[in-house]
Structures are given as structure tokens and as C-alpha cells.
């Protein structure tokens, strides 16, 4: 059928859409007197729902041409296209998953009256309810012929133009009409939801528990972050956003809980990029008796199983048509030596900063404030290795002095068991063998604290709770932490904002 597009959003003038909507208000109105009668109203509580659109096109998709199925169905969806002629209107109807029914109003069928009504009262936008014979029009379109109908929802806005794509501002901005429109935008959301069901069922089949940890907590810790900062009247007491759920979840290792996970929010007053969000979704886990090697087989797992959750295969495609092979056994290099071979001179962790800092001068590499050793190895590998790997990549063994919640590594000195996971030249996740000698952990904080008091705003503050905890006994772990937005971008090839469904914008 022919179509009539709905106006671009994006691009008509304030006062076009004042206008638009001051006509819909009428017809909002009208159809608000009407509300006694049998088809009347703008706003039902409910409607005769007898199937839905994706049933009807799971059931009757094939019909030839102009077959008829004697069949009576009621279903209700938005108005995306639309056509009104003298005696025959027709409408297409989207539901929620993107589904579309031809709804075909005929004179002969509904009456001079309903089809005045129809055609007076029906915009693009508007959800309705159709009840009629499920038939295949003369071109091969799966159709309602509609002998009721009834407004469902009066939209008093107009939709943007579905043959224009919105800009992405739009799109982040007013995430509803995204999702009307543009069938990428669902199956994000969908690819979402798979995914974190795929992570839930592997874990489950690995005997893993999950838990909730608090997100306003009196204390940040679990990583290296500015929080956001609130205060409680309840207990007249500042409290942070939660930066990383580790320390709670550690807690419950020490409880006895030995394979614990927790996917929920985190939230860090930083900087927003097209890697970085303030507030993101998070995977967190704790596994008793395992070390970084052991928590690294389990993300790879973890990964691909989503990756075959949402695709079908590891081999992912992405939003620009890339194929990205997220299969078989993944790379692992150690930092030292990798930075040493692309840097051409040797790097390891006895160092001195002044060599470091001349290293950086010489390549042009920005110097971290409140620069240590550890900071500046960091900044000068991802500088000279990390835009060459391009297959993911657990990048092991980590400076001491950036990772103060990691054990020391158990045969090369100056270094922790410490690896990220690179995918796509961003970080995915990271994993440790956890330090759990409270003593070492003490110093470590200690040393932290001072870095604090020099004004880093980033360093870790001593957590007494905590360290409490851990003289309880922790036994040997390993633990990993993955962003989820971050999981969607290198399963879906798509920016941070666009795995975010509600992504905070200025």
C-alpha cells in the first residue's frame, strides 16, 4: 500500500508541532464525549485483545495473495503508516517488538459512521484496537479487515519521520521515539536482555550465588574513582554512590559465600566519553579457591556465551557491518614485556620514574597527575601497545602501585596478579588473584591515603570494615569485574550511549 509519513521530528518548527497538537487535543476532546458509547473514548482501561501482531504473523505470514482464513481476531498497535481513500483506509499497525498488521477500514465493513470516524479522528501515533477477519491482501500484505474498531491511546504529539533517521542526540535524548522507530534501537535492548540472562545462566551453572550489595555506602571503595557524594537526613551523615561493589562482595566470601556475583549499578562522578558513562551497569564476582588465571577462563566463557546468546555464534557482526570473531582461546601477553618489545628499550618494574618520565617525554605521552611508576608504565603501554591488539587480549600482570586489592605476583617480583581484557582497543573487564592478607592490605590503603592527602581524588580511603572482615580470613580467590555496557559494545559493535537505554545527557 501506499504510505503517508509521519513528520520529521527532528526538523519541523516548534510551532508546526504546537498546531499539530492543538488539532490532536481536539480530537482527543471529541473522542473523550464519545466515551460512553461503544467505541468510544480516548483512553480504555482495556480492550478485546484476542492475539498479537507477531502471533498473527507467526500463524498466518504465508497466505497467498487475497486469501481469506475465516478467522475473527482483535489486536492493537500503533498507527506508523497511514492512507485514507474514499471508501477504503488503510493503516499499518507496529507492536511493541516491531511487528506490523495492515489494518484495512472499508465502507462496507464498518459503515459511513465508523469510517468518518476513522478517518477524522485516527493519526499517525495513535494506538487502536481492530477487530476483523485476518485475510492477505490482494498484494500479499497480512491484513485485519476491520468491521470494529476503537482508539486505544490518542497521541497528541506527531511521530518523526520513519524514512528519516533521527540524529543521534535525538535518539539519546528521547529513547521512546528511538524505539518506535528504528528496529536497531529494540534489538539493542533486546541483545541487553540476553545478554545478562546468558551471564546469569552461566554462572548458575558454575554454582555461583547472586547477591545485592548497598549503593549508598558511607564509605567508596573497591576501586580507583571520584563518587558522587549525597548526604543522609535519616542519619545526618555523608554517603557516596556506590564506585564498585568488591568490598561488600568480599565481605561475603569471608561469610562462607565462595562463588558470588552481583550485576547492578555503579556510579562515578567523572568524565563521559564514548567508553565512559557516570552511572553503568556492572558484573562483579568472587570465586573461592581460583586465581586470576582461573577467572580469566571464566570470562572468556562468560563473554562468548553472550556473545552466542545474542548472535548465535561468537563470530559477532557489528553495527557497521564488521565481523569480529570472539571465539576460541584468547591471547594473553604481560605488560612489561609487551611495552618493552613496542617501545624498543626495556621496561620492568625497577624502573626509575625519572626513566619513565623521560620515556614519555621522548614519545609524547601525557603524564598522569600525581604521577607513580605504576601510572606512567600504564599511560606508556597504551600508548605503544594497546591500538595494536586486534584480537581480545588479557593484557597480565600489573604495577604493585596501582592495584591495591591484588596479591603480589607468586614468582615475578615488582608486579601483581592483575590482567584487563581488551576487546575492540577498549577495557572490558579486569581480574585479580585478591589479596587477603589484612596486613599487606592495611599498608596498601596506608599508601593509598597518602597519595589522597597529595590530592588525588581517586585514591582509595582506608576501610576499617573492611580490613576487619579480612583479619576474619579470606581464603585464596580470584575475582573479575565487566562492565555490561561495555559487553554490549563488543558483542554489538554500538557506542556507550546507544547499550545505555536511558543514558544520562546534559
Known sequence: MSETPAPNADAQPDEDIFEQKAVRLGKRERLISERDSAAGGAYPVSLPITSSIAALREEYGELEPGAETGVTAGVA??????????????????????????????????????????????????????????????????????????????????LPNLHTELSEESRVRQRYLDLIVRDQARATVIARAKTNQSLRETFAGHGFVEVETPMLQVQPGGASARPFVTHSNAFDTELFMRIAPELYLKRAVVGGIDRVFEINRNFRNEGADSTHSPEFAMLEAYQSYSDYNGIADLTQE???????????????????GTDYDLGGEWDRVSMYPSLSEAAGVEVTPETSLE?????????????????????????????????????????????????????????????????????????????????????????????????ADRGDDEAMRIDEDFLRALEHGMPPTGGMGMGIDRLLMAITGLGIRETILFPLVK
Open 355 to 451: 626513566e619513565l618520565l623521560a620515556l614519555a617525554e621522548r614519545s609524547d605521552v601525557e603524564v598522569p597527575p600525581h604521577a607513580t611508576h605504576g601510572k606512567l608504565v600504564e599511560e606508556l603501554w597504551e600508548h605503544f601497545v594497546k591500538t595494536g591488539l586486534e584480537r581480545p587480549t588479557f593484557v597480565m600482570d600489573f604495577p604493585v602501585d596501582t592495584s591495591p586489592l591484588v596479591r603480589e605476583h607468586r614468582s615475578v617480583p615488582g608486579v601483581v596478579e592483575k590482567w584487563d581484557l581488551y576487546v575492540r582497543g577498549f577495557e572490558l573487564a579486569t581480574g585479580y588473584s585478591e589479596l587477603v592478607d589484612p596486613v599487606i592490605q592495611r599498608e596498601r590503603f596506608v599508601e593509598q591515603a597518602k597519595l
Open 77 to 158: 498497535g500503533r498507527v506508523v503508516f497511514s492512507r485514507n481513500t474514499g471508501k477504503l483506509c488503510f493503516a499499518s499497525l507496529q507492536a511493541g517488538d516491531g511487528s506490523r498488521i495492515q489494518a484495512m477500514v472499508s465502507l462496507a465493513k464498518v459503515g459511513d459512521e465508523e469510517l468518518a470516524r476513522w478517518k477524522e479522528l485516527v493519526d499517525l501515533g495513535d494506538h487502536v484496537f481492530v477487530s476483523g477477519e485476518v485475510i492477505s491482501s490482494r498484494r500479499g500484505e497480512l491484513s485485519i479487515m476491520v468491521d470494529a474498531w476503537s482508539m486505544a491511546s490518542k497521541a497528541v504529539l506527531p
Open 302 to 320: 562468560l563473554v562468548q556465551n553472550a556473545a552466542r546468546a545474542v548472535a548465535g555464534t561468537t563470530t559477532v557482526t557489528w553495527a557497521d
